[in-house]
């Protein structure tokens, strides 16, 4: 099939792609990397009939670091920020996150800003942002304004931000050196969308753990933090964290999982992979921890 008839627009400035969003309201849709919007015009299983293509906007790619945040532009290739050297030391879980995203030939056009605005709930990168505690800058008619990750996504495909605002920029605050992380999932081949999968950061102090992130996605309309699991890291001795009580913390994890059935896997199936997924987690997350 072929995508029904839409505009394209080039703008070449950020302020020019806002005005767009705002003449043409929920008739616009802005198109990143292309890798999820480009498949679902094709298959007409999404219609609109204005695309603002960011691709001419140079302002939104690029990689900056000042030794207490990332910033990495919303049009930054994922292909640039898997191999970039200040990702890869001040934001190690990202980088290898993004191993699992599509293909090489996808993450060469896939953009880090897309994903996050695509919310898919299987997606890698929206569950990534939300256990480092990433900011997303966002700009609109009425100004700019930051939203966490963890506030940042309402619904399956769907974000907080208003039609006529658009995503410029992801913060990523700097873990300690004393810090371990952890991705893990399950999906049908390597490359394709996860029907379950956990990310998780660990940092300690006098050795403690003194902050934990969880989430998990693949298995909700949105990924999932773990507070429960968090609450009950937090002040423990690293000594403290053995097997047993691993798998009790991953059993907390998902005990109120309702994850949905599809044609790929049931819920029940996805409960059971998570669980196993999050104690995976914890355990290389852990070890990691205990060897910084």
């Known amino acids: 099939m072929k995508p029904a008839p839409f505009r394209l627009h080039r703008p070449d400035r950020v302020a020019e792609a806002i005005e767009l969003l705002s003449v043409y309201g929920d008739e616009a849709k802005v198109l990143a990397g292309g890798q999820s919007l480009m498949p679902l015009l094709a298959l007409r299983l999404a219609r609109f009939e204005e695309l603002v293509d960011l691709n001419r ?17 919303a049009m930054t290739r994922q292909a640039d920020v898997e191999v ?9 879980l ?22 996050l605005a695509h919310a898919d709930p299987a997606a890698e990168l929206p569950a990534v942002a939300m256990v480092l505690g990433a900011v997303v800058d966002v700009v609109g008619p009425r100004g700019a304004r930051q939203v966490p990750a963890e506030e940042l996504f309402a619904e399956r495909w769907t974000t907080v931000l208003d039609v006529d605002e658009l995503l410029v920029s992801v913060r990523i605050p700097v873990m300690p050196a004393e ?15 996860a029907m379950a999968g956990v990310a998780c950061a660990l940092s300690s102090g006098h050795g403690r753990v003194d902050r934990a992130r969880i989430a998990l996605f693949g298995v909700g309309r949105t990924p999932l933090l773990c507070p429960l699991v968090a609450k009950e890291m937090e002040g423990s001795l690293l000594d403290e964290l053995h097997p047993a009580a691993l798998d009790e913390l991953a059993a907390l994890a998902t005990a109120d ?8 896997a049931t819920g029940s199936y996805r ?3 998570a669980a196993h997924l999050v104690g ?10 205990r060897r910084a």
């Open 271 to 273: 409960r059971a992979v």
């Open 94 to 115: 990202l980088a290898r996150a993004l191993r699992y995203v599509g293909h090489f030939q996808i993450r060469n056009r896939g953009t880090v800003g897309g994903s």
């Open 57 to 73: 906007i140079g302002e939104l790619s690029g990689i900056s670091f000042d030794g207490e945040e990332l910033v990495i532009g």
């Open 179 to 193: 810090a371990g992380f952890a991705v893990e999932e399950v999906a049908r081949r390597h490359g394709d969308f």
């Open 280 to 289: 995976r987690a914890l355990i290389n997350s852990l070890e990691e921890l």
């Open 84 to 92: 970039a050297p200040e990702v890869r030391k001040s934001a190690p």
């Open 257 to 264: 999982l309702d994850p949905p059935d599809d044609v790929h």
